[in-house]
């Protein structure tokens, strides 16, 4: 993609409007000024209604006790909630069980660039003698922080010495630090790869599994000594054409010159990022809460209800799933819009025009890095065989290092997240990864297998159908309880033939 001027990517600005290099002008400029503007107007409204929800929840009023007090203090509750501006989460894991045994978690940050931290997920001093597999957890950066995979890092803690990659906010990133793109993105990874010195899995999670294709290809393509030893694709937009979703077909329909008239705007003031362009966070909630707006609404009425009957551990799950699902984060305008064209309007990857620095990104030059890819039934962001598309794409790779595995009854979140990644998926990860260790290592330090199922296949070839945008829309928390896990198999590797997934 060309750069211009110093800063690259989406172009000069000043007292005229923004141009952009897709023709288009950043006539947005306004909006987030309008959207501080309007959260400064609501805060006193806020600052009432919290004051409202304490007294009508206090037991000392008499009130409290009343269905009416109870309404009242429910209602102010769901309003200050709903115009709150959410921060950053943190992950919070403090400890995790390994062996039955309970051991310390702390987080220590072990790589930083501007747009990134790689935070490592440090255990206890006696584990840390015991070797597992490196897992490099590549969050998406696509609106939501990387908190958003506590639950992912949590399944994969027990049995693997895992990292994530931690994106920073734009609006926190000085205009000093230059740009950031698709280009840079991978130059991260490539990077991040190199650091772990090529002993680590990649679990790629929807948005990055592009990325880190592609890095891995260029890896490869350069004979690279630091090449991971195997990467899991998962739910991510790799062939677009294939099985297009709502979210496809509005990227194809708009293009990238109306994304960048109607949603790139710039930083305000007393942000560090003042000036820099920006596809928001905040619009990009906007998308998310659209996409299921009536299954919202109805998690919020129910919300209210739970706070009128007194159902306090119902209530708690709103809370913790909302303050998660609403906190997001500023995207670069040069790496939105990048990807909006590479990914989902030219579908380069799969066409095999996709470049990165000005050299071709060839999957056909992966021959290490073992793949599996992981589909969710009902994934309405990334449709059925979209990720399985790399399978196909990876042609040199061996049948033995090539593993596809399709969950049934299972969402775009439930992919990487809930009872069904914990009992099912999961453990089939942990189980590839295992496979793809040394020796010595898979030895040393034996992994839960899964069981002999249905839902796996090897390198099936995927047809041509036709294309996905990328958001990371996940729907409000179940309260299912995780099923229990079936009995562990050693199996070294899937079946070319085995084919439905197991719910």
Same mark, same amino acid.
């Given at each position: ?437 040394? #020796?010595?290592? %898979?030895?040393?330090? @034996?992994?839960?297998?899964?069981? &002999? !199922? =249905? /839902? +796996? ?27 229990? #896990?079936?009995? %562990?198999?050693?199996? @070294?590797?899937?079946?070319?033939? &085995? !084919? =439905? /997934? +197991?719910?």
């Amino acid at each position: 993609m060309a750069r211009d001027g110093k800063r690259g990517g989406i172009g000069e600005f000043g007292g005229a409007p923004i141009q952009t290099e897709w023709g288009g002008s950043a006539s947005s400029m306004p909006l987030y000024w309008m959207f501080e503007a309007a959260q400064a107007s609501l805060g006193p409204a806020r600052a009432m209604a919290d004051v409202g929800r304490l007294y009508f929840k206090n037991p000392a009023n008499p009130a409290s006790h009343t269905e009416w007090g109870r309404k009242i203090g429910a209602m102010c509750e769901v309003f200050e909630r709903a115009t709150r501006r959410y921060g950053k989460p943190e992950f919070g894991i403090k400890e995790t069980s390994v062996r039955g045994e309970r051991v310390p978690v702390t987080e220590r940050v072990v790589w930083s660039r501007p747009f990134c931290d790689l935070i490592r997920f440090e255990r206890g001093v006696g584990e840390r003698a015991r070797k597992q597999p490196k897992l490099l957890i590549v969050a998406p950066m696509s609106g939501h922080y990387a908190t958003l995979l506590r639950g992912t890092v949590e399944a994969m803690l027990p049995d693997h010495d895992v990292y994530i990659t931690d994106w920073t906010d734009a609006r926190l990133v000085p205009l000093t630090e230059g740009a950031f793109d698709l280009d840079d993105y991978i130059d991260y990874l490539i990077s991040i790869f190199r650091f772990l010195k090529g002993e680590v899995h990649i679990m790629a999670v929807c948005q990055p599994a592009v990325p880190v294709l592609a890095a891995v290809a260029r890896m490869e393509a350069e004979d690279d000594p630091f090449v991971p030893r195997s990467m899991t694709l998962m739910g991510g937009p790799i062939d677009t054409r294939v099985n297009p979703t709502g979210v496809n077909q509005l990227a194809i329909e708009r293009g990238t010159e109306w994304f960048a008239r109607n949603v790139v705007t710039v930083v305000p003031w007393p942000h560090p990022g003042v000036m820099r362009q920006v596809y928001p966070g905040f619009l990009q909630l906007t998308g998310f809460v659209s996409m299921n707006l009536d299954r919202h609404m109805s998690a919020h009425y129910e919300f209210f209800n739970h706070l009128v009957d007194g159902d306090g551990d119902s209530a708690e799950k709103h809370r913790d799933f909302y303050d998660e699902y609403l906190a997001v984060m500023d995207l670069t305008a040069e790496f939105y819009l990048q990807t909006v064209e590479t990914v989902f309007v030219r579908h380069s990857l799969p066409k095999g025009e996709m470049t990165h620095r000005g050299k071709p990104v060839d999957c056909s030059k992966i021959r290490r890095c073992a793949l599996m890819t992981v589909e969710g039934e009902k994934d309405d962001i990334s449709g059925v065989g979209q990720t399985q598309a790399a399978q196909t794409l990876c042609s040199n790779l061996p049948a033995e290092k090539k593993v596809h595995y399709l969950q049934l009854r299972v969402g775009h979140y439930g992919v990487f997240n809930g009872s069904r990644f914990r009992s099912e998926i999961a453990p089939r990860i942990g189980d590839f990864i295992l496979s793809n260790e040394p #020796r010595a290592t %898979a030895k040393a330090a @034996p992994a839960q297998r899964p069981a &002999e !199922s =249905e /839902g +796996v296949s090897a390198g099936d070839d995927v047809p041509p159908i036709a294309p996905l945008v990328s958001g990371e829309d996940a729907p409000p928390s179940s309260t299912e309880a995780a099923p229990k #896990r079936k009995p %562990a198999s050693r199996r @070294p590797r899937a079946s070319a033939k &085995e !084919s =439905e /997934g +197991v719910g």
